[in-house]
């Protein structure tokens, strides 16, 4: 099974200054697709970015970016410029290309300090 | 419509009530999905549709449980015999294809029985 592990449970960063936010998956599979969503205190789940396994090219949308090991079953999330509004809880997210389901992790909460 | 919607926002039902949550995907989207979020933890897969064929209820916790989408457009997730344990978020997402990279999530249901 597909199991989804964040060990940070808090994060906190300066505005204005660069955070990382760490996931590992477990999987058997070669072909899959990973995210990261934002959980702001609204509790919308909001899509962040979006790699698939085959990409050897780390995915950026704008201030963020991921870093996707895939020997290593890594993908970790860096936010940089953090501003106030990234303020939130952030799942990673699994899901097989073979499958319909989604895996999460338990989520960080990262609070962005003024 | 401009995203996935859900109602209600809130419920607060007792314990043994039925309850009939309502999710309304992206229009145009064949795949809706149900999760299960408990607090503090990341969302967890209950079931999915490709139009109105329920295709996968492996995530159901038990038969107190289901779901339907008879028009393969709004769906309704009910539980009967409401227990405490079932208090939650309920959400739901939608895919414009089957097995699409990306799920869109709603804001969801959350569910408090007293």
């Known amino acids: 099974a597909q199991t989804v592990t964040q060990s940070q449970p808090e994060m906190s960063v300066q505005e204005a200054e660069t955070v990382t936010l760490s996931c590992t998956y477990d999987?058997?599979?070669?072909?899959?697709?990973l995210f990261w969503y934002k959980q702001p205190p609204s509790r919308q789940m909001i899509l962040v970015i979006r790699?698939?396994?085959?990409?050897?090219q780390n995915a950026t949308e704008n201030r963020f970016s991921v870093n996707f090991q895939k020997a290593a079953k890594s993908f970790s999330l860096k936010i940089s410029d953090s501003q106030l509004g990234d303020a939130a809880m952030y799942f990673c997210a699994y899901r097989s290309a073979g499958s319909n389901d989604m895996r999460f992790g338990a989520g960080t909460r990262l609070t962005v300090k003024p | 419509g401009a995203g996935v919607s859900q109602s209600p926002r809130y419920k607060v039902t007792k314990r043994g009530q039925d309850v009939a949550l309502r999710c309304d995907p992206i229009s145009g989207h064949v795949s809706l999905y149900w999760y299960r979020q408990a607090l503090g933890q990341g969302p967890e897969f209950l079931t999915y549709?490709?139009?109105?064929?329920?295709?996968?209820k492996s995530g159901l916790p038990n038969d107190r449980f289901s779901a339907e989408r008879p028009e393969g457009s709004i769906s309704t997730l009910t539980i009967q015999r409401t227990e405490q344990r079932d208090s939650a978020m309920y959400r739901c997402a939608s895919s414009l294809v089957p097995r699409e990279k990306t799920q869109y999530f709603g804001p969801g249901t959350r569910l408090l029985v007293l």
């Open positions: 790699q698939e396994a085959y990409k050897q």
């Open positions: 549709f490709n139009y109105e064929a329920q295709q996968d």
């Open positions: 999987t058997s599979e070669s072909d899959y697709y």
